[in-house]
């Protein structure tokens, strides 16, 4: 069935530094990648997403690259700030279908160190 | 202009009950997705509503039923509770035709089944 794999599940880095999540996904259908982020206790929130006619989308700090023949894609981070702190979620889609849904990749909880 | 809302914010429901609960799409979306999330987790896709259809479903068994009202507000219906159908509900809304695929998320429920 459809599924999204990222990686790492936890990561820290120093701030100032870069941050790398990688995903795979399985479904080729896929054309659709966006990405989310879940502040504590809030709602997750599209930061930044990329369709499979693109290989690389950037925007200020984050950008994210996107292999079709590999089925992976990964989001970059730099110059990290303390209010990168949050859990990142990966996600793949078909659209525009009938019925599109988002499969979520099972998260990675980004620390930004002072 | 209103974003997703959701209601209520915060349930506690003994095992066994059942529970609804409510979704106002974003305005200009026709289109609702519903998605658990339990703690640590992606969220995962329950079912999406479109022209008061369900269009697509993921994998949740049928205690987990749903409505779509002519105004494209939604409803999730959960019976027969379980205690690991605790979880925090997002509602999500898109418009099907529109350019931009990315979902809006709700703030979601949070359903404890004590």
């Known amino acids: 069935g459809e599924n999204v794999e990222q990686h790492p599940s936890t990561l820290s880095v120093q701030e100032g530094d870069s941050a790398v999540i990688k995903c795979t996904y399985s479904?080729?259908?896929?054309?659709?990648f966006p990405w989310y982020k879940q502040e504590l206790g809030k709602r997750p929130q599209l930061i930044i997403d990329?369709?499979?006619?693109?290989g690389e989308k950037k925007d200020q700090r984050i950008a994210v690259t996107l292999n079709k023949t590999a089925k992976h894609f990964s989001l970059h981070i730099t110059e990290t700030q303390p209010e990168d702190s949050a859990v990142y979620f990966c996600?793949?889609?078909?659209?525009?279908?009938?019925?599109?849904?988002?499969?979520f990749g099972s998260g990675t909880r980004l620390s930004i160190r002072p | 202009d209103a974003g997703v809302t959701q209601s209520p914010t915060h349930l506690i429901k003994t095992r066994g009950q059942q529970v609804t609960l409510r979704c106002s799409p974003k305005?200009?979306?026709?289109?609702v997705s519903w998605y658990q999330q339990a703690l640590g987790q992606g969220p995962q896709f329950i079912f999406q509503?479109?022209?008061?259809?369900?269009?697509q479903r993921g994998n949740f068994p049928d205690r987990f039923s749903g409505h779509q009202f002519p105004n494209y507000s939604s409803e999730l219906n959960v019976n027969a509770l379980l205690l690991g159908d605790s979880a925090l509900y997002l509602c999500?809304?898109?418009?099907?035709?529109?350019?931009?695929?990315?979902?809006?998320f709700g703030s979601g429920t949070r359903l404890t089944v004590v």
């Open positions: 305005s200009g979306h026709d289109t």
């Open positions: 479904d080729s259908a896929s054309n659709y």
């Open positions: 996600a793949a889609s078909t659209v525009p279908s009938s019925a599109s849904k988002i499969i």
């Open positions: 990329i369709r499979s006619n693109v």
């Open positions: 999500a809304s898109s418009f099907r035709l529109g350019a931009n695929y990315g979902y809006t």
């Open positions: 509503y479109y022209e008061e259809e369900e269009r």
